[in-house]
């Protein structure tokens, strides 16, 4: 908006006008939005490395300690941040992956990889270990 | 189709105000007019003290570069007709001071410029009697992409690291580096990495991607500025463990 | 205090870059002001799209590319200028590319040339089809390398600064603040490119108003071939963007609205289904634009809501070698046309594209007017005649950049005792400039013409009057309409009264110098009372050598109005013939 005021002009010396970044930059734009959600996303994904060390620490030291440790993962505070976590890690990892072919240049037998490839393969590697994880825990 | 279309153009005129203003203009809207057809024919048929740049009109110089609708944009190749019925906001580039109306100050970006050593660096100049220096097609397509900036500065515009810190070298200094330091010619990787690895360097950014959306020529600075921190790291992890190595 | 260079560069544009680092490098004490209007990279080298010749391959020689030079410019080259083209031309874009300059290369590593218009063998140095975009950033940032380059980016040459016979430095505007200041030199390059935008079809930049032709017009040097303006062949229609010559070189066609390959009529030679270099649309552009105005007379073109086209066709090339070698026009058609050149046809008509004239210098850029230099475009040598090939130009303004560069720093390291500080004469100058600026631009009130009326009708009379072709009578009407709008432009409206980035001046500035222009073109067309190259007199179609073979030479008296004489040509060893394509 307007500012109806004299400027402070100094002949043969305009002062250039610099416009500040507003505190909520980020909601301006959906990329910055995206960004700042992927940025944040990061702390889940820490989040989840401290849920598995608590985990592993609960196996460690037997079974009732392990009843326990799933007992407060089924509390509802627990249970809500671990679902709020996972659509976050998904994001992360959609967003990371999206992104690498941008990051890295591959050549096999000196022709480029597209960076199609390079995604799906990335995807693909995340489902294979998905899947055997999976198999791993509820198989056998 | 409607035929005329409304321009909301910023204004500043430091002379006689602190601030911006915004003023309309309705212009004809024919569907092979673009933005900047627009803005001449405010200058020259409705009010001659509009100030912006321009010169090629054809994508290639760079100088027209504008925020049209909140999106950073060549006006020599954004069309009205895809703003109908509009309004059309145009304002200065955003993340530059603004000296007038819808020129902004880019000392700034040519200082950066500079101090990225943009020239081919060599420990021997080959004499011209010996020819050129080979350089395959191939050898070629490494650095070709990074090397077809117009310096339009739309990249500096979307990025909010340079919006934020000003000190930030920002996309196109990075990509230009990276043009050079991957041309089979160009020796001086070393020095420009001393450069650019200072705090405000590669490492200022975090990859929000958007400088490469709106880049008019496909360089893909988010793209350079990536693989320049993989190879400075490697660099860095190098030095670290062969003190006296492979440099 | 005004700021004191030895040498002062105007334009930093791919000449002026050039002898300013032809400078720095032939004396590094001597320091060097590159004064330009827009910042270097937006200079309009940077649109060039086809490439720049260089005799290279070992089947080509200097004689054969001098020949089809002095043939191309229909015998009116300085032969020992074209001798020096040749011969230096090879090593500066050798230069460049150790510069870094990207050019495109063949598989096995080695420079890779291309066909062009009007050569005989393939000589073409091309990156790409930006060669001029290359070059000028190559150039540019090469000059960064100079601490002894000092640039003035954004600062408005307004008049040139003569005393006593020799030029003392320029008066420019500094866009930023609307300061007025005199920047003192030993030595004055003029690199400020041609004036395509005195014609309303033009592929040149709104940059291109031949503001260096004019200040040394008006200083007193004259201008040289004025009446030498190139069409170039391809242009789009509305927007007059440049469809590089490299399209047809690739193998393009030109044809008119029943799908004939048209210049088979034209003396050009027999359509082939692959380029024939010297032939049919690798012909020279004077030949091919003159043929385009038969074809309208003959109702064989193609109408559109932007006038008259034919239509240039790329589709049997295939994707590839579009995507491969001219990848920009695919670009520039889609956008712009909304057509892709693979699968549909382009429309084109010839649209000014060069000035083949300029400030008169000789070999080394010099004008007679001492401290006085001229390099590029803005500079008539004149190596290309009454019409230039294409790919000549690129290596023009590398060789008499370089030539200008170091004839200008042996002049001014030379001088160097001769001045302690501008004489009163000088200042008085300034002072006056700086008045006169303040009181017709700034200060002024009133004004019923319109900046924008003027240039129309600038641009609209020497398109009807000198384009293509001329008659007398069209020319000594647009001689008299132009007197009038000079008269006119004396009571022309200013409404920006500011000082900050003041376009407004700048475009008035620019309309005054092309006004001037516009008269020195007129004026020489008028006295030239032949056909030759791209001057085309329908009152004289004949080529006269006898009472011809000269270059026009225009004086401003001091009236404003226009002294013509002429000075022979240089011959060395190609004596005039007749000129030959498609045999």
């Keep these: 908006m307007s500012e109806r005021l004299p400027p402070a002009y100094t002949e043969y010396h305009p002062r250039w006008l610099r416009p500040r970044m507003s505190t909520y930059w980020w909601l301006h734009r959906r990329s910055y939005l995206t960004f700042v959600l992927r940025e944040l996303s990061s702390i889940f994904v820490a989040w989840f490395v401290v849920y598995i060390l608590l985990l592993v620490r609960a196996v460690s030291r037997g079974e009732a300690s392990y009843q326990q440790f799933l007992a407060w993962s089924r509390s509802p505070l627990v249970l809500l941040l671990n679902l709020v976590g996972l659509l976050f890690v998904v994001f992360h990892a959609v967003t990371w992956f999206n992104l690498a072919p941008q990051a890295m240049v591959v050549r096999v037998l000196g022709r480029r990889v597209p960076g199609r490839w390079i995604t799906a393969s990335n995807y693909l590697a995340w489902a294979l270990v998905s899947a055997l994880t999976a198999r791993l825990l509820l198989g056998g | ?247 | 205090m005004t700021p004191r260079h030895d040498v002062l560069l105007v334009g930093g544009g791919g000449a002026g870059l050039r002898a300013a680092i032809a400078v720095a490098e032939t004396d590094p004490r001597l320091s060097i002001a590159v004064v330009s209007k827009v910042y270097p990279m937006r200079s309009h080298t940077v649109s060039a799209e086809g490439g720049a010749a260089g005799v290279i391959r070992d089947d080509d020689s200097l004689d054969e590319h001098a020949y089809d030079t002095i043939s191309g410019g229909d015998w009116l080259c300085d032969q020992d200028a074209v001798e020096a083209l040749v011969r230096e031309a090879p090593q500066e874009l050798l230069r460049l590319e150790h510069w870094g300059c990207p050019w495109s290369r063949e598989p096995d590593g080695r420079i890779a040339v291309r066909p062009f218009g009007g050569m005989k063998q393939m000589r073409t140095w091309f990156a790409a089809d930006k060669t001029g975009f290359h070059m000028l950033h190559t150039l540019f940032q090469t000059s960064l390398k100079y601490t002894s380059v000092v640039r003035y980016d954004e600062w408005f040459v307004t008049k040139l600064l003569v005393d006593d016979g020799r030029v003392h430095g320029v008066v420019a505007i500094e866009l930023m603040s609307g300061k007025v200041e005199a920047i003192e030199a030993r030595a004055v390059i003029l690199c400020t490119g041609g004036c395509g935008r005195v014609f309303p079809f033009t592929t040149n930049a709104n940059i291109k108003n031949g503001d260096g032709m004019a200040l040394a017009y008006r200083a007193g040097a004259p201008l040289k071939d004025m009446e030498f303006v190139q069409y170039h062949p391809t242009g789009l229609p509305f927007t007059g963007i440049l469809i590089t010559e490299a399209a047809r070189a690739e193998g393009g066609y030109l044809i008119n609205k029943d799908g004939y390959r048209y210049l088979q009529d034209y003396n050009l030679g027999k359509p082939e289904p692959r380029p024939v270099l010297r032939s049919m649309e690798l012909g020279p552009r004077d030949r091919l634009s003159q043929a385009f105005v038969k074809e309208v007379e003959k109702g064989r073109t193609i109408a559109t809501p932007h006038g008259q086209v034919v239509h240039l066709d790329l589709r049997h090339l295939g994707a590839k070698v579009i995507n491969a070698k001219i990848p920009f026009v695919r670009e520039l058609c889609l956008k712009y046309q909304n057509l892709d050149p693979v699968r549909d046809l382009i429309p084109v008509r010839p649209v000014v594209h060069y000035m083949m004239g300029g400030v008169h210098t000789d070999m080394d850029g010099a004008t007679p007017l001492a401290g006085l230099y001229a390099a590029g475009e803005a500079a008539c040598v004149s190596i290309n005649g009454a019409n230039r090939l294409g790919s000549n130009s690129l290596p023009e303004l590398l060789v008499f950049g370089a030539r200008a560069g170091r004839a200008a720093a042996t002049y001014a390291a030379g001088s160097a005792a001769d001045r302690v500080g501008a004489s009163p004469a000088v200042l008085a100058q300034v002072r006056d400039e700086q008045r006169q600026l303040a009181n017709e631009f700034r200060h002024k009130t009133g004004g019923r013409e319109r900046l924008a009326t003027l240039r129309e009708e600038m641009q609209k009379t020497m398109e009807e009057s000198a384009g293509i072709y001329r008659s007398g009578d069209s020319l000594a009407w647009a001689a008299d309409r132009l007197r009038e709008l000079q008269a006119r432009f004396a009571d022309v409206r200013i409404e920006d009264q500011s000082r900050t980035f003041n376009t407004e001046r700048v475009a008035a500035l620019e309309l005054s110098f092309m006004l001037d222009v516009a008269e020195g073109i007129v004026n020489s067309a008028l006295r030239r009372e032949e056909s030759r190259g791209a001057h085309q007199r329908t009152d004289f179609p004949a080529r006269d050598d006898q009472r011809f073979l000269a270059h026009s030479l225009v004086w401003r008296n001091a009236d404003g109005s226009c002294r013509v004489d002429y000075l022979p040509v240089t011959i060395t060893r190609w004596p005039p013939g007749e000129r030959v394509y498609g045999r």
Aim: proline fraction near 7%; charge should be negative.
């Design chain 2, 1 to 247: 189709m409607a035929d005329r279309i409304t321009l909301q153009v910023a204004r500043y005129r430091p002379e006689e105000e602190a601030g911006v203003t915004y003023q309309e203009y309705e212009v004809p809207c024919p569907k092979d007019w673009v933005v900047l057809d627009g803005l001449n024919f405010v200058k020259d048929q409705l009010d001659g003290t509009l100030s912006y740049r321009w010169s090629c009109r054809m994508g290639i110089c760079g100088s027209c570069g504008m925020t049209v609708n909140g999106e950073p944009k060549l006006t020599c190749a954004t069309f009205l007709a895809d703003y109908a019925p509009g309004p059309v906001r145009v304002e200065p580039l955003r993340n530059f001071p603004v000296i007038r109306d819808l020129v902004v100050e880019i000392g700034d970006f040519m200082r950066k410029l500079t101090r990225v050593k943009p020239w081919v660096i060599r420990a021997e100049e080959k004499p011209l009697s010996e020819g050129e220096y080979r350089q395959t097609p191939e050898e070629m397509d490494e650095y070709k992409q990074f090397s077809m900036c117009i310096n339009c500065m739309l990249c500096y515009a979307a990025c909010p690291i340079y919006g934020l810190d000003p000190k930030f070298i920002g996309p196109a200094a990075i990509a230009l580096a990276q043009r050079y330091n991957l041309d089979t010619r160009d020796e001086g990787a070393p020095e420009r990495l001393e450069i650019l690895s200072e705090h405000e360097g590669i490492w200022g950014c975090t990859f929000v991607g958007d400088c490469s959306v709106v880049c008019p020529k496909n360089v893909d600075p988010a793209g350079a500025i990536q693989r320049y921190k993989l190879s400075a790291a490697l660099e860095s992890l190098k030095s670290f463990v062969m003190p006296r190595g492979s440099r």
